[in-house]
């Protein structure tokens, strides 16, 4: 199996009046690297159409029912990852004293193959 490789990116958090409100990092996984079949079976794009939004908007609207609206933000990182997927020690993470060890993961990660799925 093919180690993955990961990088920072990092974000600048702003309010309304051009102020700093706090600085980002995030953990990605280089998911480019990998290989169908080899580092992941299947991915999924979870798509709506534009009538199928129509519908239910009709079915709400004809039945007088309220509509509420939810953000869920760390979806992605909740999922539980059914392959067996390893990743290089992050930057500035490396153990000095075993450098050639990977990281197995278990939950996904942002930039791999199979995380809409998962």
């Not at 990961?6 to 706090?22: A, F, L, P, Q, T």
């Not at 709400?60 to 990852?81: C, E, P, T, Y």
């Not at 930057?91 to 995380?115: M, T």
Request: proline share 3%; aromatic share 12%; net charge positive.
């Amino acid at each position: 199996m093919k180690v993955v490789g990961s990088w920072w990116v990092y974000m600048i958090k702003g309010i309304v009046d051009d102020n700093i409100e706090r600085y980002k990092a995030r953990l990605v996984a280089r998911g480019f690297t990998q290989q169908k079949g080899i580092d992941y079976s299947e991915t999924l794009n979870p798509i709506i159409k534009q009538a199928t939004v129509k519908l239910v908007f009709f079915i709400v609207v004809s039945r007088d029912w309220k509509i509420h609206q939810l953000d869920i933000h760390n979806a992605f990182l909740n999922g539980v990852l059914a392959e067996e997927v390893y990743m290089k020690q992050p930057l500035g993470f490396v153990d000095f004293a075993l450098p050639s060890h990977v990281c197995r993961l278990y939950k996904s990660l942002y930039g791999l193959k199979q995380v809409p799925r998962a």
